[in-house]
């Protein structure tokens, strides 16, 4: 029992020995490795979660110009269209402008035309008159002239065609 003891009692002193040199040399890693390896690990920690967030920044200013191109594109195709059809209401505008002055020009011109003839015809029957009545009386002052026989209608006839011929020209 002895040995036993003896055995114990050295084997707690080593115990101790042992244990007092592991927490020695726990207090120096600790110390010297531990420490320095936590503050590197948390600087890591740290860099890695502002690049994160500076990623995620990016991303979402990335995403809000796209949202902003996206929205100034639909706003140029919206501009472009309204120019488009602004243009095409202007021209048809114009279009129907210069289709009614034609008309009305036309319109002009047929009722000018109109009234031109209506003068020429006007005039030409005045004219028609003057004849007619100078023909009737020549007829007659030839006829109280003389006293006609069929010889004599004859050559007043042939006189007055000379005189109409004479006349138109």
């Known amino acids: 029992m002895f040995v036993l003891a003896e055995s114990n009692s050295l084997y707690v002193g080593d115990q101790i020995f042992y244990l007092v040199s592991f927490i020695i040399l726990a207090l120096l890693v600790w110390h010297f490795a531990w420490k320095p390896?936590?503050?590197?690990?948390?600087k890591r920690a740290d860099k890695i979660a502002n690049d994160i967030d500076?990623?995620?920044q990016s991303r979402e200013e990335?995403?809000?110009l796209a949202a902003q191109r996206q929205a100034e594109l639909k706003g140029t195709k919206a501009e472009a269209a309204k120019i488009v059809d602004d243009a095409k209401k202007s021209g048809e505008s114009q279009r129907t402008q210069i289709v009614e002055t034609a008309q009305q020009d036309a319109q002009n011109l047929k009722e000018q035309a109109r009234r031109d003839a209506d003068q020429a015809r006007e005039n030409a029957l005045r004219s028609a008159k003057d004849d007619v009545a100078n023909l009737s009386i020549e007829i007659a002052s030839k006829l109280i002239q003389k006293q006609l026989n069929a010889d004599d209608q004859q050559?007043?006839?042939?006189?007055y065609i000379e005189g109409l011929v004479?006349?138109?020209s």
């Not at 390896?37 to 948390?42: A, H, L, S």
């Not at 050559?155 to 006189?159: F, G, N, P």
């Open 54 to 56: 500076t990623a995620q």
């Open 166 to 168: 004479k006349h138109e």
């Open 62 to 64: 990335a995403e809000k």
């Open 37 to 42: 390896v936590t503050q590197m690990m948390q």
């Open 155 to 159: 050559a007043l006839i042939d006189s």
